[in-house]
């Protein structure tokens, strides 16, 4: 071990203990360098595995809930199965993969629009309430058989709706409904919605509403703004049809 020619007289073990002390200080400090290195791969694999907890709890004050109306909260689930009933229409309606895929991507935003026009629908609730507005079975009953006429029978309408609207169609009349609703509540307010004041005061009265039921979204979502659901290429069927200002069913 010490073999080496040694140019003084002193003791082998003398000569050898300054050597055998550096070794042990660098193995020493080689260990403490990689206990170091294990410890700090440990705490960055703990921040990574708490980090999207901690950013849940800090960013969302409803877990479970994609938007909070009122007192109405609408779950991730809720959206969720609203939005598969559209895809399942949707497969069910295409001849093969590719027209299903080109379907898919003309409603790329489906699960945001499905939100926006569930809240809208709840918001267009609290309006016509305020207003005393309300629709009856038979008001639906008969504007479907009305539109069913013009489509050329029941499965055509149905279509057109899934095709225009991304509306499933067991959610049809349903969307009938909160069209007819539109119209009442347009009528109610006593506004002509052929002119931008009318329409003005139209979506005014749902901001009110929207103001009255503290609506809150779940930032993955986007974020609520009433009077931009407004515009004239939203998805949502009354929307479509007030900015025309369509005629009143009967």
Not at 155 to 172: D, M, N, S
Not at 201 to 217: P, R
Request: charged share 25%.
């Amino acid at each position: 071990m010490c073999a080496r020619p040694s140019p003084d007289h002193r003791p082998a073990q003398w000569r050898c203990a300054p050597r055998t002390r550096l070794h042990k200080l660098s193995r020493e400090a080689t260990l403490h360098r990689r206990s170091r290195r294990r410890t700090a791969l440990l705490l960055a694999a703990a921040i990574a595995a708490a980090g999207p907890a901690l950013t849940a709890c800090g960013n969302d004050a409803h877990p479970g809930a994609a938007a909070v109306v009122g007192d109405q909260r609408i779950t991730v689930a809720q959206l969720e199965n609203r939005v598969d009933e559209v895809r399942t229409a949707q497969r069910a309606a295409t001849v093969d993969e590719a027209q299903y895929q080109q379907a898919v991507a003309g409603t790329g935003r489906l699960t945001r629009d499905t939100l926006h026009s569930m809240v809208l629908d709840r918001v267009l609730d609290r309006a016509s309430a305020d207003a005393g507005v309300r629709v009856s079975r038979k008001e639906i009953q008969d504007f479907r058989a009305s539109l069913e006429e013009q489509a050329g029978g029941a499965q055509a309408l149905e279509t057109a709706w899934l095709q225009q609207y991304g509306v499933a169609p067991q959610r049809l009349d349903d969307n009938l409904r909160t069209e007819i609703q539109a119209q009442k509540l347009a009528a109610a307010l006593g506004v002509d919605m052929n002119t931008d004041q009318g329409k003005a005061a139209f979506w005014q009265a749902l901001s009110k509403a929207s103001g009255e039921l503290d609506v809150d979204i779940n930032p993955r979502y986007g974020t609520w703004d009433v009077e931009k659901s407004s515009r004239a290429d939203a998805r949502t069927p009354w929307i479509r049809e007030i900015t025309a200002a369509a005629p009143r069913p009967a």
